[in-house]
T-cell receptor, first 116, second 113 residues
Framework: KAGVTQTPRYLIKTRGQQVTLSCSPISGHRSVSWYQQTPGQGLQFLFEYFSETQRNKGNFPGRFSGRQFSNSRSEMNVSTLELGDSALYLC???????????????FGPGTRLLVL | AQTVTQSQPEMSVQEAETVTLSCTYDTSENNYYLFWYKQPPSRQMILVIRQEAYKQQNATENRFSVNFQKAAKSFSLKISDSQLGDTAMYFCAFVFNTDKLIFGTGTRLQVFP
């Protein structure tokens, strides 16, 4: 099976712009979660989608949003970019037969976003 | 609030030796899951091992094993016969009743020849 894929792998934007990142989960996986990784804050949970619905949300401002499509592919959008949004954005997918079942999350290679 | 603590920012080990990475967590939950993930320089996060809190038996995966002490809220990772390819950041993570992984700050492991 193909792993989790993320596009693009690298992105450079300027402050004030917006950006959309894409994630394709492993075939058959219905849950997609997004994480932000920075040297200062470490790995932080952004949100999780399951069956096109946001099921969990982390403590991020409303500039960060996401969605999931019927084929389980997910996108996250960051509007009005700030310098502090520079990070590695990781997407993870899991089968998730039920919330809280502790299913293993499989990660994609990440999108490295640089905001200038 | 649930927290995960990795008190060793960096560790090193010689090839073929054994090393143990520490992880403690804080939770009032009884049913939860613990993970160790590895992130090599490529930045791809790779699952190393998974432990279900309701199982007393320690999980093992080839050269990787855990010492899970539920009462002490400790979840250490032992890597036996260390290989150069084990060089990476190792993250301990915790999840309960949602799919939100809570990560520790990581331990950078360097394996020397």
């Amino acid at each position: 099976k193909a792993g989790v894929t993320q596009t693009p792998r690298y992105l450079i934007k300027t402050r004030g712009q917006q950006v959309t990142l894409s994630c394709s989960p492993i075939s058959g996986h219905r849950s997609v979660s997004w994480y932000q990784q920075t040297p200062g804050q470490g790995l932080q949970f952004l949100f999780e989608y399951f069956s096109e619905t946001q099921r969990n949300k982390g403590n991020f401002p409303g500039r960060f949003s996401g969605r999931q499509f019927s084929n389980s592919r997910s996108e996250m959008n960051v509007s009005t970019l700030e310098l502090g949004d520079s990070a590695l954005y990781l997407c993870a997918s899991s089968i998730t037969r039920g919330q809280g079942a502790g299913e293993t999350q499989y990660f994609g290679p990440g999108t490295r976003l640089l905001v200038l | 609030a649930q927290t995960v603590t990795q008190s060793q920012p960096e560790m090193s080990v010689q090839e073929a030796e054994t090393v143990t990475l520490s992880c403690t967590y804080d939770t009032s939950e009884n049913n939860y899951y613990l993970f160790w993930y590895k992130q090599p320089p490529s930045r791809q996060m790779i699952l190393v091992i998974r432990q279900e809190a309701y199982k007393q038996q320690n999980a093992t995966e080839n050269r990787f094993s855990v010492n899970f002490q539920k009462a002490a809220k400790s979840f250490s990772l032992k890597i036996s016969d260390s290989q150069l390819g084990d060089t990476a950041m190792y993250f301990c993570a915790f999840v309960f009743n949602t799919d939100k992984l809570i990560f520790g700050t990581g331990t950078r492991l360097q394996v020397f020849p």
